[in-house]
């Protein structure tokens, strides 16, 4: 039986994955700061935020499952904040789950990757492609993970190790309401603007595609063999990056504007 480590397994698309990884008869480990409550999933409660906390839990991990076949980062966190008042041990945090957790998981799990010809994903975002107004940070993580994971084709691929970066759009999981929203005390003359380009994110994740659906794209791209390595889920996001990098800059904003916000020039009153 092949194993698969899942980091951020208890919600989301996470568990959406370790679901149809079961059902194909996977071996699944969870890592995740509360539990996966799937049957028959080992759990390892961690939190990636922390580095000696994250190394300790992969010691155990590889220490009991020397032999892991498929590495799954779906830790995420998101917030709505402008850059003027954002508070920098959040903006730290952030790139500490979203960017740096799967960069200590990928180190330490290289060996193991390597001797079972496996594959790394990290659960990017379409916003790492098109950035989401007043969610930069996220945005730039994401785009982040896109970077590391294509330098990565020259460094890890010879080895026999895919890296692989699946970007989902809106999609519809809890995580829309766990995320940050700064209130109006805090953004200031911000506060409208960050307010509707939230409202309208929800409503863009909570129209968007299942967890199951993501997760299907997902385990697909991690056991079949490719020379590609960024994926958009789903025909509308495909279009919406091809979108993005053939359309003129300026449109570009334009576009992110009037898709975030009620009126392309609320955030400039």
Do not use: W
Request: proline letters at 5%; one cysteine or more.
């Amino acid at each position: 039986m092949q194993t698969v480590l899942i980091v951020g397994a208890s919600s989301g698309i996470g568990y959406a994955c370790a679901k149809k990884f079961i059902a194909e008869g996977y071996e699944v480990l969870a890592l995740s700061r509360t539990e996966c409550v799937l049957a028959g999933v080992k759990n390892y409660l961690c939190d990636v935020s922390v580095e000696s906390d994250l190394e300790k839990t992969l010691n155990d991990v590889l220490s009991e499952n020397p032999l892991i076949k498929h590495l799954i980062y779906s830790a995420g966190f998101s917030m709505a904040a402008p850059l003027e008042t954002v508070e920098p041990q959040d903006y730290r945090y952030l790139f500490e789950v979203n960017f740096f957790g799967f960069v200590h998981c990928l180190r330490r799990l290289i060996p193991s990757l390597r001797h079972s010809g496996g594959s790394a994903c990290v659960i990017s975002s379409v916003g790492g492609v098109s950035p989401i107004p007043y969610d930069s940070y996220y945005s730039s993580s994401k785009a982040a993970l896109n970077a590391f994971c294509a330098a990565l084709q020259t460094e890890l691929r010879p080895k026999g190790v895919r890296v692989l970066s699946v970007m989902p759009g809106g999609t519809k999981t809890n995580f829309s309401f766990k995320r940050k929203i700064y209130p109006k005390e805090k953004t200031g003359d911000y506060s409208v603007a960050v307010k509707t380009a939230s409202d309208k994110l929800q409503k863009i994740e909570q129209q968007g595609m299942s967890a199951d659906t993501v997760a299907e794209e997902i385990f697909n791209k991690c056991v079949t063999p490719s020379a590609f390595y960024l994926f958009a889920t789903g025909l509308k996001n495909k279009l919406v990056c091809l979108l993005v990098r053939f359309l003129p800059q300026p449109l570009s904003v334009l576009l992110t504007r009037t898709v975030f916000l009620a009126n392309p020039d609320l955030s400039e009153r």
